[in-house]
């Protein structure tokens, strides 16, 4: 039913920033919480920030604090990650995550996945 696809991964060099876009049919977008995990070979996916169906109060890993910022156009049905001072350690998959419930940062609580993108920060 809802299909998530992700867009704006690539190569970026370390300090730089890159912005990931989420593009979310099939559904009713301004009812789902939408979030960000990201995964590296050999690791499970990890929570990397969430933001509520109306905006407002957002969640983020203490990791990306201060760096990362998750925003959404619900008239585009879009949720966005845009990620400064990027360093080598932010390399991964990024996946983008949509549930019916409220805000959580748990994976197994997600119902809707895309199908990652790949950000990689050369030092």
């Known amino acids: 039913q809802v299909q998530l696809v992700e867009s704006g991964g690539g190569l970026v060099q370390a300090g730089g920033s890159l912005r990931l876009s989420c593009a979310a049919s099939g559904g009713t977008f301004t009812s789902y919480v939408m979030g960000w995990f990201r995964q590296t070979p050999g690791k499970e996916r990890d929570f990397v920030a969430a933001i509520p169906w109306y905006g407002g109060n957002t969640r983020y890993a203490d990791s990306v604090k201060g760096r990362f910022t998750i925003s959404r156009d619900n008239a585009k049905n879009t949720v966005y990650l845009q990620m400064n001072s990027l360093k080598p350690e932010d390399t991964a998959v990024y996946y983008c995550?949509?549930?019916?419930?409220?805000?959580?940062?748990?994976?197994?609580?997600?119902?809707?996945w895309g199908q990652g993108t790949q950000v990689t920060v050369s030092s």
């Open positions: 995550a949509a549930r019916t419930g409220g805000l959580s940062i748990f994976l197994y609580q997600y119902d809707y």
